[in-house]
């Protein structure tokens, strides 16, 4: 049996990554709650603890591709890599037969980990019921070059395609 990341991981790391889930999660089940969708977004941990929630806009579309948003948000993340200590991606997917959040996280350490928050929508009633957050590789810090399908989605696992919020 794998250690578990916490084993070897660092104080300041579990505390960015910690935080990072704490400030993400919440922000998607109050865009799921108000408007039954979400854009990809970022965060990430500046060398002063700061956490930062970071969008990206890949043109003038006003229902852009996740993959499109993603890819702008990696390439944005790795511009500035140097200034975060800890960072997170997170996407709508689908995960098997359920839709999930997917949060990749990842720190300046070496740490990288894959969570997902599976979901669905209430038929009768709004609202969204969230199942139990899953722990499933370094996409940001690692500099990873070459075949840019390892940045979509499906990085988490090969059963999980990006939902398009439309």
């Known amino acids: 049996m794998l250690p578990s990341w916490r084993e070897t991981a660092s104080q300041e790391a579990q505390d960015d990554l910690d935080g990072l889930v704490n400030a993400t999660l919440p922000f998607v089940q109050q865009m799921l709650e108000r408007h039954g969708e979400f854009f990809p977004f970022a965060a990430a ?14 043109g ?21 890599a140097g200034s975060f200590r800890a960072t997170a991606l997170v ?11 997917r949060v990749e996280l990842e720190h300046r350490d070496g740490h990288a980990i894959c969570v997902l928050l ?5 038929r009768l009633r709004r609202g969204i019921d969230y199942g139990t957050c899953v722990p499933p590789q370094a ?14 989605p499906a990085a988490c ?10």
């Open 45 to 58: 941990v500046t060398a002063d603890s700061t956490v930062e929630m970071l969008g990206a806009d890949p």
């Open 118 to 122: 599976p979901y669905g929508k209430q």
């Open 60 to 80: 003038a579309d006003d229902r852009p591709a996740s993959t499109d948003v993603l890819d702008q948000l990696v390439g944005g993340l790795r511009d500035r």
């Open 157 to 166: 696992g090969s059963s999980m395609v990006a939902a398009d919020p439309h």
């Open 139 to 152: 996409r940001i810090a690692s500099g990873a070059a070459g075949d840019r399908s390892r940045l979509l």
């Open 91 to 101: 996407a709508d997917v689908r995960a098997g037969e359920s839709d999930a959040v």
